[in-house]
Each structure stands twice: as structure tokens, then as C-alpha cells.
């Protein structure tokens, strides 16, 4: 029953380890894409970014 509590709890700490870098490491679509061949303009005007 201990082991089990522990493998509950270290599931949890790696699922909110996870949700945290993959938070921070997050980019919108304007910024992710932006290359030279990429046509991402204002992003309020094409239904991609903050808005």
C-alpha cells in the first residue's frame, strides 16, 4: 500500500512538473511560424495570435 502512495504521488509531481515547462516553453502560432517563407502578419487580421 506504501509503494502504491508513493507511485500516486510521484505521478502527480510529474504531471505538474510537466504541465509547467510545457506552459513556459508554449509559443503562439505567429511567433512558432514566423519564417521567411511564412506570409503571418498582423495577427489580428488573420485569425492567429494573442487575439
Known sequence: MKAFIV????A???GVGAFYV???QQE???VAFSTSGARVGDPGHNL????
Open 28 to 30: 503562439t502560432v505567429d
Open 7 to 10: 507511485a500516486v504521488i510521484c
Open 48 to 51: 492567429v495570435g494573442i487575439n
Open 12 to 14: 502527480a509531481a510529474i
Open 22 to 24: 510545457l506552459h513556459a
